[in-house]
């Protein structure tokens, strides 16, 4: 061979193993981040439908099948989680929540009507178990009695609880407050369980008055109700303990920096589609912002309004969501009752037609006791039911099965805080009503469907491979329960991005 032939040879032997070390799909795979094994996995992917195990690297989902396969892509520093013959479905996302005010249902604690310290401590504990560290749990109500009867219990019984949060509540009168030790730490004087009460007498119960209190008060933040970041952490916190790895907040209150600063931060355990009120939208189209604009945590591009059922709205309501739609932003309207939902259907169809056909997806919120002759026109235009079965269970006729037969892309949230954000109440409330759907179908409606209801189909709402690792493990398989013991099902674990950011007390 000739020394240029051999030169050729070695040049390509060297380059072909650089290819090999260089491109992703020709080198040796990485090993998984996390392996879930031992699952009942229902995928809601047709291709298959059921798995035992689950492979995650980088916070996508590289693998689903059968126990023994998954297991040998296992290495060194892979995660084992034993779901234990446990039901595993996607994450829940919710398509319609107040995200904020979620959270500031914690910002105060009401003691009425509790009169033990086992009773108070229990419900300090409840809110110390999603509040941020530091975050003041607040509160009133407290018979004057407590003070001499409880006092000194609830300051025992409280410190291991709530060594992380100061607390503060407050006397039904206002003349007394019980304080906590690290709210005690804020006397200008530095006692901390030792106190004076305000009228020179010594306390080592936490109940304190006049000169401590309004010391201890003083030391409140003043942003306490308007603390975004804690307040939504707290929000993040509260809805992983219900499976729920994703939102699209309906607040309206444009909190999408404080999300990202969240996710900067490692404190968000929840992606957020965070949509506008109609009155941004000139800021949102001179920005530049489209439908599901963001990363895989914080999207924008959603614009919410109001029909309230006037025929006289229907003129600014084509022209407004004309505008926004033409924007290319997604319009969401809040419609309950025949002629709000008939008015945003004429509305909607009316501007289809004007800016001509594109996957817009839009959204009636609630669509709650819409006319029968209106509810094919949902499906006719493409235009998602974004509806909330537990919230309105008793409020009128469950149509959900008629949306699907008519293959209308229903979505399921809950409207929290209005009522409880846990889906299972939902799934239960749809399968359990007078027109019943199948489970499967509840269960896809707070999955995939909510993921298609906001543009994130492709990347969520099932579990495959190439999807986000987004999971949820349930103590109950509620597609083969009695009905009745749905809405008893617990969250045992929540999973998101391959992460488990919730497990319950009983599998630590």
């Not at 025992?156 to 690290?182: C, H, M, Q, R």
């Amino acid at each position: 061979m000739s020394k240029h032939r051999i030169l050729l040879t070695r040049i390509f032997i060297l380059g072909s193993a650089l290819l090999l070390i260089c491109h992703p799909s020709a080198a040796r795979s990485k090993e998984p981040d996390l392996i879930l094994i031992n699952g009942d996995v229902r995928t809601l992917d047709a291709k298959m439908p059921r798995a035992e195990a689950v492979a995650v690297s980088g916070g996508k989902i590289v693998a689903v099948g059968r126990n023994d396969e998954i297991r040998k892509l296992a290495g060194e520093l892979t995660r084992i989680i034993d779901a234990k013959g446990r039901l595993v479905l996607p994450g829940f996302n919710d398509s319609h929540v107040h995200f904020a005010a979620i959270g500031n249902k914690f910002s105060s604690l009401d003691v009425r009507g509790l009169t033990s310290a086992e009773a108070v401590a229990a419900k300090a504990a409840e809110y110390a178990r999603f509040l941020p560290k530091g975050r003041w749990i607040l509160g009133s109500g407290f018979a004057n009695e407590f003070a001499q009867t409880e006092g000194k219990r609830l300051f025992e019984l409280i410190a291991p609880i709530t060594d992380s949060n100061p607390v503060l509540l407050y006397s039904a009168d206002g003349k007394w407050a019980f304080a906590n030790a690290l709210a005690l730490e804020h006397l200008n004087d530095g006692r901390s369980s030792r106190t004076e009460n305000g009228s020179g007498e010594r306390s080592i119960d936490g109940i304190i008055s006049g000169l401590a209190m309004r010391q201890i008060a003083s030391a409140v933040p003043s942003d306490h109700l308007r603390n975004w970041p804690e307040i939504l952490e707290t929000a993040s916190n509260y809805a992983a303990s219900f499976g729920v790895t994703s939102v699209q907040d309906m607040h309206s209150d444009e909190l999408a920096d404080v999300y990202r600063q969240l996710d900067r931060e490692g404190k968000l355990k929840t992606r957020v589609y965070d949509c506008s009120p109609m009155s941004a939208l000139p800021k949102l189209a001179n920005l530049g912002v489209k439908a599901a604009t963001g990363d895989a945590m914080v999207r924008t591009g959603c614009v919410k309004y109001f029909s309230e059922g006037d025929e006289a709205e229907l003129p600014e309501l084509r022209r407004d969501i004309a505008a926004a739609d033409k924007a290319g932003l997604q319009v969401m309207i809040h419609a309950i009752g025949p002629r709000a939902n008939r008015i945003v259907l004429d509305a909607f169809e009316w501007a289809a037609k004007k800016n001509g056909r594109r996957d817009r997806r839009f959204r009636v919120e609630h669509a709650q006791n819409a006319n029968s002759e209106d509810v094919p026109r949902f499906a006719r235009g493409a235009i998602i039911p974004s509806m909330q079965p537990w919230l309105f269970s008793r409020s009128g006729p469950a149509i959900f099965g008629r949306h699907l037969q008519l293959h209308s892309p229903l979505a399921f949230g809950s409207d929290a805080p209005m009522v409880e954000i846990n889906p299972l109440l939902g799934i239960a409330a749809a399968v359990n009503g007078p027109d019943g759907i199948s489970v499967e179908d509840a269960v896809r409606a707070y999955t995939a469907g909510s993921a298609y209801a906001e543009f994130q189909e492709k990347v969520k709402g099932k579990i495959k491979s190439g999807q986000m690792a987004d999971m949820v493990i349930l103590s109950e398989d509620i597609f083969e329960v009695d009905p009745a013991r749905i809405a008893g099902t617990r969250i045992v674990a929540t999973i998101l991005n391959g992460s488990v950011v919730y497990l319950h007390q009983a599998e630590r």
